[in-house]
């Protein structure tokens, strides 16, 4: 099976945060000597605070912490011992204050994260399955990995989307005891409430479904004795329902509890929990203080507090009524979340508002889809109705501001977030008119010359071989093998060409990237669903081409001015065609607008390397190998020249129709038998189309000592006039692979050809890059830019970067 270079989450993960970090907007530090809630200093400015997730205020109360003080006094720093001995002595009195505010007894953990590490893998049965919410807290999808070892289906549906979590429900409902849909009562960044009558409605629908909430955004601003959202919504805890609240955030203490109605569930999570087992107690500090706060909200003092922080959020939610800001959810929650689209415009308000004396949470990736880049704004009680009032016309005179220098506009934004669908007009010149850029449907509107001059060197898409493409793909019958062309001409105001591209629209799958083990899971539900997981794409370039898409005349003073009308224009027709994602692709793994690329709301991922031989000349096989490296000669001498002897080549312009048959039956061999880059199977027009094509041949090897005196293997080649040779596709019969060498038989003879016909160049393609490289191919990483609705698609993909044994219920 062929290998690539998978992309790695964590690396993309770090490149966005990395970049964020640089333009001084995450991983600050405080520098106050006394915190007030009210104010925060930082790089020595003091600013407002409406960063925190205390909104209450409750952290700064005398009693917590004149509590937390005695504590340490009477009872140390801590109490080293695991809960399962014994607990030291103020548990008791807090289990008891929190059992009196929600009427059941509670599970006190140390803190949220190790309290779903307790609680799921011991709720979760073998023979249950989860769905997740796409946005539920990472805390809660990194205990569900857990599970995955166990063999138990780990699901994902897209953000509140309960037609898709109905769908789920019904695939599983056969293969399973319990389904579980686990959810944020509170979403901790949009500030979006979990949609709680509906979720109910489902379980009397669905007798199997149960419901986990993580409720810590929703804890004491909400509800009786500030129990929370999901309490208030619910009323009363049912039998089906996991609830995770916080004793720290708005609690102003430390820790979290966990509650559920089955005593005997109850008992069995506390004496194997893991984390409950095997890790400390809290602190005594923190149990005193919890207990503190507890006394608060049993009094009627609670609602006091949430009366205050209630009129406060009014009062805000009043000033942004009268402004235009896009905020994204419109409710009574302490959380709101100003829409920006781009991580440049982002980092410029963020900063605005830093100058302005006000501290903000940037909301970014992967918090947040990367076109969902935003500012959190949380509301406490520390906050006075000036510092909101000062706020709230600070954003109003920033915003357009931070809009103007990142071209960006407030219509993007609403688009990117789905707020508001608006007819764009479309953008033919720069406001200077300095760039004038033209879009075309067809290759036949582009003058031959002229692409050939900027494009044509590149793998298939001289201007014949975008011929061939549109001709096969742009009204194929195979909705999964059907593409629209997008071709964008960038010139200056002299007519100069600054910038040449081409884009298609059509179906991927969600895995085309993934391992193996992903894809091959996958198609096993493509059986009876094949469009399952996958996704309409605009994308530069196309499945069936590889290499440098887009040219840019770097030398030329208006070449980023070009680049950011290009991201203008495609994001517009991104918008229109409503696809899910948007890919620029191949660029170089270090290129000059990799920060222009980004600031523009595009996550990078890496993609498979790609494969080149070029400037090879040689008139004898022994003239090749001296050209490679002492081990490659090796391998040379030893799997590939030995075994060309048994083999007939030849090089055919046509194939009859048997022999396509047998092509294509080949082809088929080598896309059931490899799922490196898991694309959409091509049909056998696609390979008809390319024998009555003149630039099209094919390499075909027949085994002499076949009797049957088929043909075993072909390499479907391009020939690019422009003087670079394209194996695009290849067929093997697997009855001969191994014993005859055939794969590294055919890359050799590939190679022979090319330079046969005094090709300079061989675009080798994208998979089994250490094969090509004894070969003599030169390595070239790649990277590709994506935008993309929301997260799902990408997530759910790390989610089953794992063995197929481990995501597949046996």
């Given amino acids: 099976m062929a290998k690539i270079k998978h992309n790695n989450f964590i690396d993309t993960v770090d490149e966005v945060l990395s970049g964020a970090k640089k333009e001084g907007v995450l991983h600050l530090y405080a520098e106050d000597q006394v915190l007030t809630g009210r104010t925060i200093q930082i790089k020595g400015k003091g600013m407002f605070h409406f960063g925190t997730t205390g909104y209450l205020g409750l952290e700064q109360d005398i009693r917590l912490k004149e509590a ?44 949220s994260t190790l309290g779903h590490l307790a609680v799921i893998p011991t709720l979760i049965r073998d023979e ?35 037609d898709m979590l109905e769908d789920k429900i019904k695939q599983l409902s056969s293969k399973c ?34 419901l986990y909430f993580d409720d810590v955004h929703g804890m004491s601003w909400k509800g009786k004795n500030g129990t929370g959202f999901i309490f208030e919504a619910i009323n009363e805890l049912p039998e089906n329902c996991i609830i995770v609240s916080t004793l720290s955030k708005t609690f102003g203490a430390s820790g979290a509890t966990v509650f559920c109605k089955n005593q005997k569930l109850r008992e069995k999570i506390k004496n194997f929990g893991g984390p409950l087992t095997f890790s400390a107690q809290l602190e005594p500090a923190s149990v005193a203080a919890a207990i503190a706060s507890a006394d608060i909200h049993l009094s009627p003092e609670i609602g006091l507090k949430q009366k205050g922080l209630a009129d406060k959020i009014g009062y805000f939610n009043q000033l942004l009524s009268k402004g235009d800001l896009p905020i994204i959810s419109k409710n009574d929650s302490p959380v709101f979340f100003l829409g920006m689209g781009t991580p440049a415009t982002a980092y410029n308000f963020v900063q605005r508002l830093f100058k302005e004396g006000f501290f903000l949470n940037l909301g970014i990736y992967p918090a947040v889809p990367i076109k969902n ?93 975008m011929l061939y493409l549109e001709k096969t793909f742009s009204q194929h019958p195979d909705p999964t093998n059907q593409w629209d062309f997008y071709y964008y001409i960038i010139k200056d105001s002299t007519g100069n060409i600054i910038l040449m591209t081409f884009f298609t629209y059509g179906l991927w799958k969600d895995d085309m990237l993934a391992t193996e083990s992903v894809s091959k899971y996958l198609e096993e539900i493509r059986k009876t669903n094949p469009l399952y997981l996958t996704s309409k794409v605009f994308s530069m370039g196309s499945l069936f081409t590889e290499g440098k898409h887009c040219f840019i ?95 007939d080549v030849t ?29 959409f199977r091509y049909t056998q027009d696609i390979f008809e189309n390319m024998n009555e094509n003149p630039n099209w041949e094919f390499i075909v090897l027949a085994l002499k000592a076949d009797s049957e005196n088929s043909f075993v293997g072909i390499m479907f080649c391009y020939k690019n006039n422009n003087h670079t040779y394209v194996p695009e596709l290849i067929g093997m019969d697997y009855k001969w692979a191994k014993e005859y060498q055939l794969y590294r038989q055919l890359l050799f003879q590939t190679i022979k050809r090319a330079n046969a016909l005094k090709f300079q160049k061989i675009d080798f393609g994208v998979s089994a890059s250490f094969e090509k490289r004894k070969l003599g191919a030169r390595i070239i990483p790649k990277v590709a830019y994506v935008q993309a609705r929301d997260n799902y698609a990408m997530e759910l993909m790390n989610t089953l970067q794992n063995d197929y044994k481990s995501i597949v219920k046996e």
């Avoid at 790609?610 to 040689?618: A, I, P, Y």
């Fill in 68 to 111: 937390a003080i005695a504590a340490i006094h009477n009872y140390g720093t801590q109490f080293p011992l695991s809960k399962s001995y014994i607990s030291h002595p103020l548990y008791s009195e807090l289990e008891r204050k929190i059992e009196k505010m929600y009427g059941i007894p509670p599970i006190i953990t140390k803190n």
């Fill in 128 to 162: 249950d399955a989860v769905i997740m919410d796409h946005q539920v807290h990472w805390s809660v999808q990194n205990a569900c990995q857990l599970l995955k070892l166990r063999g138990i289906p780990v699901e994902m549906i897209r953000h509140s989307n309960l």
């Fill in 177 to 210: 005891n319990k389904i579980w849909y686990m959810a944020d009562g509170v979403y901790s960044m949009f500030g979006d409430y979990a949609p709680i009558p509906e979720l109910l409605a489902l379980t009397q629908k669905y007798a199997q479904l149960n």
């Fill in 373 to 465: 880049t935003g500012i959190r704004i949380t509301l406490s009680s520390h906050n006075q109705q000036q510092d909101i009032t000062a706020l709230a016309e600070a954003m109003e005179y920033h915003f357009p501001k931070a809009l103007e220098e990142t071209n960006n506009t407030e219509n993007k934004i609403k688009q990117a977030f789905g707020i508001e669908s608006r007819k764009t007009v479309k953008i033919s010149e720069s406001k200077e008119q300095e760039l004038f850029i033209e879009e075309k449907n067809t290759i036949q509107e582009i003058e031959k010359s002229e692409w050939n001059q900027y494009m044509g060197k590149q793998n298939i898409f001289d201007w014949e071989g």
């Fill in 553 to 647: 005349n770097q030398e030329h003073p208006l070449a980023e001015k070009a680049i950011k009308l290009l991201l203008d224009n495609i994001e517009e027709k991104y918008n229109i065609l409503n696809a899910d994602m948007l890919v620029l692709r191949d660029f170089e793994e270090e290129n000059k607008y990799n920060k222009t690329i980004l600031d523009q709301g595009y996550f990078k991922i890496d993609m498979p390397e790609s494969c080149v031989v070029q400037n090879q000349t040689w008139n004898s096989n022994e003239e090749f190998v001296n050209g490679l490296s002492s081990r490659s000669r090796k391998h040379f001498n030893k799997e590939i020249e030995p075994y060309e002897k048994y083999f």
């Fill in 651 to 679: 090089i055919k312009d046509k194939l009859s129709k048997s022999e396509i048959a047998r092509a294509y039956q080949l082809y088929n061999n080598v896309k059931d038998n490899n799922y490196a880059i898991n694309t």
